[in-house]
């Protein structure tokens, strides 16, 4: 299978494709300012990947509280233009191809439990720092999403002084 993956963050979009099981073709690009933008940027690197391979979907990483079932991302984030519309129906139409997100954080914690520093665990916790603070907790290697998409985010937590830590 082959897909192209895509990490989404305040500062850099980071793109990869996935072929005979292994990431080829890293490189990143600064984020862009605007949705528009970025709808672009993903269309070009799309199709500069299926003239290469043929693609069986786009897989995104994504900062935010990702509702995998309906594909859309709620919260706030570094990235503003990706939240609290159906994104992926919009990916879909727009690259004629199956779309997958998750968490950024929850990407990574799947990563380390399938062949990384947890492999050898099924349940974990996981914090991750890069533009944003993020987490995400495992349960018998399955990401743990809680009961508002909010399960192992440490990031934009409220304190008891009543002041906001992001």
């Known amino acids: 299978m082959n897909l192209l993956a895509v990490d989404i963050s305040g500062t850099t979009i980071k793109f990869a494709t996935y072929h005979d099981g292994s990431y080829e073709n890293k490189h990143s690009v600064s984020t862009p300012s605007s949705k528009e933008e970025f709808y672009h940027l993903l269309a070009k690197e799309t199709a500069a990947v299926q003239k290469e391979l043929v693609l069986a979907g786009v897989a995104l990483s994504s900062p935010g509280s990702v509702d995998v079932a309906s594909g859309i991302v709620h919260g706030i984030s570094a990235v503003p233009y990706i939240h609290n519309f159906p994104l992926v129906a919009e990916l879909e139409d727009l690259l004629h191809l199956p779309v997958s997100i998750e968490n ?3 990407c990574a914690a799947l990563a ?9 665990f099924a349940d974990a916790a996981f914090i991750v ?5 993020g987490g995400g907790i ?6 743990w999403h809680g009961s508002h998409l909010f399960g192992g985010e440490y990031g934009y937590m409220l304190a008891d002084n009543g002041m906001t830590y992001s």
Request: hydrophobic share 40%; glycine share 8%.
């Open 138 to 143: 495992t349960f018998n290697k399955q990401i």
């Open 104 to 106: 950024d954080a929850n």
């Open 112 to 120: 380390e439990v399938a062949s990384g520093a947890a492999r050898d």
């Open 129 to 133: 720092i890069d533009s944003g603070v």
